[in-house]
Structure formats: structure tokens, C-alpha cells
């Protein structure tokens, strides 16, 4: 079966200081890939997506960047954290190929940027 | 453009009565709708999902949705509420293209009081 991991679960971090969060998937090949933020609880907000290695998309121009070194690994970084960066982030994965799919979705980092 | 929306920021209900969670969404083309569900301080849980065929879609711990194209609604319920699903429930669309990405809704806290 395939599962999801994602670490750490929370995070307190300076204001500048740098940022990685990583999500890794097992028992599947080819995911599709997510980094989403979640402000106080609400909406979700998609911050990338991946279809493949290397091959990332970014929906929202920020402080962040995200790279997917293996098929199954996906990072969050930012160089230097704000205030606004501190939130719950989800990484989620999707059955590639298969628009019909719905999403799986990791535990989440409750990131407090101080 | 895609969105949802879910009008009610917050559901309350008694145990054992019946309950529903509204979405309604706009998308071109025929849309995959889905629900998800959250606790707290965790990852987003899927419920269900509607692709094509019967209007009624059941999915896990007694929930089902009813797709509605005219209204462009498909509305969460479950005949009788349990305090353990007290929870954050999240509306999601796509369209039924390959490059279609989901848009969540903002999300409704159903509370079930005993």
C-alpha cells in the first residue's frame, strides 16, 4: 500500500533563518506532488505541484521554493523565513496520469516562524 | 477559473440527527468533485468523490454526497451524526482535464453535540 510521510510535525524557526520540510511517498511510482498552506485552519492553498522529477510548478510567487530530487521526494525550502511564512503545510500526491484521482495527503508541519 | 465554495463557515447538529455540509462549485467542462475531511492539527482524510454515472455517491463512515449539475451543487450528508464526526470538511473541484488542478473550498467545522 502506499504511504506518505512527512517531516518534521512542528517547527519554530527565526525570522531569517532558512526552511526545509521534506514529504516522501512509498508504494507507488510517478506521483504527482503538492506543497499546500493552510492559514488558521481554513482554505487550502496550493503552493507547487510536480509531475515529475525536476519538473515543478509554482501557483503562487513567494518566499518559498520547492524541489523534487527523486521521484518520490519533494522539498519546501525558503532561504530566509518571514513572519507571514507561519502556517500549516501540507504535502499530498495523486496517482499520475489519472485526472480522476483524488489526493493522499501527509500528517502536515505546523511551522511558527518567530 | 474554478472555484468552490462552501457557505457555512460552521454546522452544528445534534447526535443522531441528520446532517449536511453545502458545496457548490463553478468549473468549465464537467467537473470531479471531491470531499475530504480534517482533524485537528492533522492531514486532510478523503471521503468521496463523484466522477460520472449515479448522482448519489457514498463514501466512508456513512457519508454521501449528492451531485446536483443544474445547481451546481454537491452537498455532504450522513442520515445520523456522531460526535466523533465533529471535524473540518473540505469541497474540492477539478476539471476533467489533464491539466486541471483541484481547487479546495475554505472549509465548513461541523460540530455534533451529544
Known amino acids: 500500500s502506499q504511504t506518505i510521510h512527512q517531516w518534521p510535525a512542528t517547527l519554530v524557526q527565526p525570522v531569517g533563518s532558512p526552511l526545509s520540510l521534506e514529504c516522501t511517498v512509498e508504494?507507488?511510482?510517478?506521483?504527482?506532488l503538492y506543497w499546500y498552506r493552510q492559514a488558521a485552519g481554513r482554505g487550502l492553498q496550493l503552493l507547487f505541484y510536480?509531475?515529475?522529477?525536476?519538473?515543478i510548478s509554482s501557483e503562487v510567487p513567494q518566499n518559498l521554493s520547492a524541489s523534487r530530487p527523486q521521484d518520490r521526494q519533494f522539498i519546501l525550502s525558503s532561504k530566509k523565513l518571514l513572519l507571514s511564512d507561519s502556517g500549516f503545510y501540507l504535502c499530498?500526491?495523486?496517482?499520475?496520469?489519472?485526472?480522476?484521482?483524488?489526493?493522499?495527503f501527509g500528517q502536515g508541519t505546523r511551522l511558527t516562524v518567530v | 477559473a474554478q472555484s468552490v465554495a462552501q457557505p457555512e463557515d460552521q454546522v452544528n447538529v445534534a447526535e443522531g440527527n441528520p446532517l449536511t455540509v453545502k458545496c457548490t462549485y463553478s468549473?468549465?467542462?464537467?467537473?470531479?468533485l471531491f470531499w475530504y475531511v480534517q482533524y485537528p492539527n492533522r492531514g486532510l482524510q478523503f471521503l468521496l468523490k463523484?466522477?460520472?454515472?449515479?448522482?448519489l455517491v457514498k463514501g466512508s463512515y456513512g457519508f454521501e454526497a449528492e451531485f446536483n449539475k443544474s445547481q451546481t451543487s454537491f452537498h455532504l450528508k450522513k442520515p445520523s451524526a456522531l460526535v466523533s464526526d465533529s471535524a473540518l470538511y473540505f469541497c474540492?473541484?477539478?476539471?476533467?482535464?489533464?491539466?486541471?488542478?483541484?481547487?479546495f473550498g475554505d472549509g465548513t467545522t461541523l460540530t455534533v453535540k451529544p
Open positions: 499530498a500526491w495523486s496517482k499520475p496520469d489519472r485526472v480522476n484521482t483524488e489526493a493522499f
Open positions: 508504494g507507488t511510482s510517478n506521483p504527482n
Open positions: 510536480s509531475v515529475g522529477i525536476g519538473q
Open positions: 468549473v468549465s467542462g464537467n467537473p470531479y
Open positions: 463523484y466522477i460520472t454515472g449515479d448522482n
Open positions: 474540492a473541484v477539478r476539471p476533467n482535464t489533464n491539466a486541471g488542478k483541484s481547487t
